[in-house]
C-alpha cells in the first residue's frame, strides 16, 4: 500500500533546507547593458569537493499524476541546478536525510520561470516534467569518482494534486 504525499506550490522559505528556488523576484541588482537589462546576480550556490561544473541538457519524459515515487538520489560530491528550457512548471521532490537515508518526501510544482538547485548531498526525486518536451540545461559536477546514490522505498509514495 502506498502512501499519499500532496503537492505545494514551491518557495523559497519552503525549500530553503534543500537548495534555491531560482526566479527573477524583487528589483534587480544592477542595470546592464545599456540599461535594457536586471540583473539578479548570484542566485544559487554551486558547492563542489572536487571536479568542476559543467553544463548538460536533459530531455526527460514528463510524468503524470498521480504520480508513483519509487526513489530517491542523491549526490554527495556537487550541487545540481536545474533550468528549464521551456515555460512548464515542473514537479520537484525532495526528503531530509535521516541518518544516512531520506525521511519522508515532501513535492513542490514550481512556476513558469523558475530553476532549482540542489544542495550537494541533498535526497530528491528524478528530473519530473509535467509537460513536453522536458528540456533542462543542467549545471553540476564534472569529476572523477561516485556522485550517485540511489534509494529504493520499501513502500512506494503516490505524489497529486489534494484539494
Not at 523576484?25 to 559543467?54: M, T, V, W
Request: aromatic share 10%; charged share 20%; glycine share 10%.
Amino acid at each position: 500500500m502506498s502512501q499519499q504525499i500532496a503537492i505545494q506550490p514551491i518557495s523559497a522559505q519552503a525549500f530553503a533546507p534543500f537548495g534555491e528556488v531560482i526566479e527573477v523576484a524583487g528589483e534587480p541588482d544592477k542595470i546592464i547593458n545599456q540599461g535594457q537589462c536586471g540583473r539578479y546576480h548570484d542566485r544559487a550556490s554551486l558547492d563542489f569537493i572536487e571536479g568542476r561544473a559543467g553544463v548538460s541538457l536533459f530531455n526527460a519524459n514528463p510524468r503524470s499524476l498521480p504520480y508513483t515515487l519509487e526513489l530517491v538520489e542523491r549526490h554527495p560530491e556537487g550541487s545540481q541546478l536545474f533550468i528549464p528550457m521551456t515555460e512548464h512548471p515542473f514537479l520537484v521532490i525532495v526528503a531530509k536525510d535521516e541518518l544516512g537515508t531520506p525521511g519522508r518526501p515532501l513535492a513542490f510544482e514550481t512556476k513558469a520561470g523558475q530553476a532549482i538547485n540542489f544542495h550537494r548531498g541533498t535526497w530528491h526525486g528524478v528530473l519530473t516534467p509535467l509537460h513536453a518536451p522536458g528540456l533542462f540545461a543542467v549545471v553540476d559536477r564534472i569529476g572523477e569518482g561516485a556522485n550517485l546514490e540511489e534509494h529504493w522505498f520499501d513502500t512506494p509514495f503516490v505524489v497529486a494534486r489534494l484539494g
